[in-house]
């Protein structure tokens, strides 16, 4: 295992942190790029993986806003049943 991470690695292989090295300059250079184009462009961009990404995170909202829902009335619930229960110990 220890070798699978830190190579050396057969027939040019990639060790794991060679991966993460690549992948991590990649993203720098692709930061360095956005960084680098104009504001409106910039913003066009953003506006594009917004539009994209509307649509699926509206539901995932709605879904975890109707969780935290049924989670308050199922506390409440629970509430009520500890309260009865402790009413029931006391009147034995």
């Given at each position: 295992m220890h070798a699978e991470i830190n190579g050396p690695r057969p027939n040019g292989g990639w060790t794991i942190w060679q991966c993460i090295e690549n992948h991590g300059r990649r993203l720098d250079g692709l930061n360095d790029r956005l960084d680098k184009l104009p504001d409106a462009l910039r913003e066009t961009v953003?506006?594009?993986?917004r539009t994209e990404l509307e649509p699926l995170l509206g539901p995932a909202v709605a879904n975890i806003r109707a969780i935290l829902e049924d989670n308050r009335k199922l506390r409440e619930e629970l509430d009520?049943?500890?309260?009865?229960i402790d009413e029931l110990k006391q009147n034995r």
């Amino acid at each position: 295992m220890h070798a699978e991470i830190n190579g050396p690695r057969p027939n040019g292989g990639w060790t794991i942190w060679q991966c993460i090295e690549n992948h991590g300059r990649r993203l720098d250079g692709l930061n360095d790029r956005l960084d680098k184009l104009p504001d409106a462009l910039r913003e066009t961009v953003r506006e594009a993986v917004r539009t994209e990404l509307e649509p699926l995170l509206g539901p995932a909202v709605a879904n975890i806003r109707a969780i935290l829902e049924d989670n308050r009335k199922l506390r409440e619930e629970l509430d009520s049943l500890r309260a009865e229960i402790d009413e029931l110990k006391q009147n034995r």
